[in-house]
DNA sequence: TAGTTTTGTGGGAGATTGTGGGTAATCTTA
DNA sequence: TAAGATTACCCACAATCTCCCACAAAACTA
């Protein structure tokens, strides 16, 4: 997927109808593979919102199912989490996509809020600023945790 | 990346709209390559700006993505903080880019106000001139770092 | 030294972006 | 089927950003 080079942090706002703005450089990026269409869910280990493009999406997917095995109990409470919290979202003339009144339950984001927008690479999250922050303050990267960074082949 | 050598160190402003002049030696080794886009980002340990060409950005977004385990918490954290403070820029006509609000922030450079830039070979880092002085002055290289440096196959 | 090019810095006008809201089309549900 | 709710599409507009031009100082050339 050569456009993925989401980065960066973001602040919007969510209006009364729940809409977010995507950041226009990531719309840039998205419709020069002609990509409308994202499809967010729950954030797989904290509450926050994920926005995939549909192309990551679909990879994700057949990523999963392939080495899914249904009879495995992890696996398929996975997959129930994975899949149940998913909604496909087109998005509207302005750039905007409506987030689902669930998802924003489960991220603690309200309407007519503020939302951070974080670039992954090739996905977004959407943050409540407040979450966001307890989170960085509840797990900072450690002086350890860079040090087992530079074990690694990384840098 | 043949041809990446940067070294020195210059003096510039920063202007009322937060842009930066990249200096002219480096502007000529970039577009050499038509490298018109860099990657501005937090200093990985201290506070300053890291300037990737977009090249060597690319090259280490790859290297830290190959490895990357998006349902490990730990990966995603690191993955998170590499990213929400990477910006894109690109040169504007006169060889400028301009710094966001949030990287100016974190490390202490002023609109209207100077900054230093110093080459790394294959990417450069701005900092606020009273920042680095302080930087120098706390954190010499020792005796004990040297050894260290032996030890590794660096020179 | 005098002329020419390059470099660093500043600012203005047009284009883009983020946001709000109205209306018509679509979907639900009784 | 009809009424109500929801969604998609359109228009509007202020704030911001991007692109372009300008110019003085410095560096280079002859």
Redesign the interface.
């Known amino acids: 997927m050569g456009y993925s080079?989401?980065?960066?942090?973001y602040k919007y706002s969510v209006d009364s109808k729940n809409r977010v703005n995507i950041p226009s450089?990531y719309r840039k990026l998205m419709t020069e593979e002609d990509v409308r269409e994202v499809v967010i869910s729950k954030g797989?280990?904290?509450n926050h919102i994920d926005v995939y493009p549909l192309p990551k999406w679909i990879a994700l997917r057949d990523k999963i199912t392939a080495s899914m095995q249904l009879v495995n109990r992890v696996h398929r409470n996975f997959l129930r989490q994975f899949t149940q919290n998913a909604a496909h979202c087109t998005l509207d003339s302005q750039g905007r996509i409506m987030l689902t009144p669930a998802l924003m339950e489960k991220a603690g984001i309200k309407s007519n809020g503020n939302v951070v927008i974080?670039?992954?690479?090739?996905f977004m999250?959407i943050w409540d600023p407040g979450e966001l922050q307890k989170h960085e303050d509840n797990?900072p990267?450690t002086d350890s945790?860079?040090e087992k960074?530079e074990q690694?082949?990384?840098?």
Not at 5 to 9: A, E, I, L, V
Not at 152 to 155: D, E, T, V
């Open positions: 080079d989401f980065t960066g942090q450089r797989i280990d904290s974080i670039g992954m690479i090739d999250e797990t990267l945790d860079f960074l690694l082949p990384l840098i």
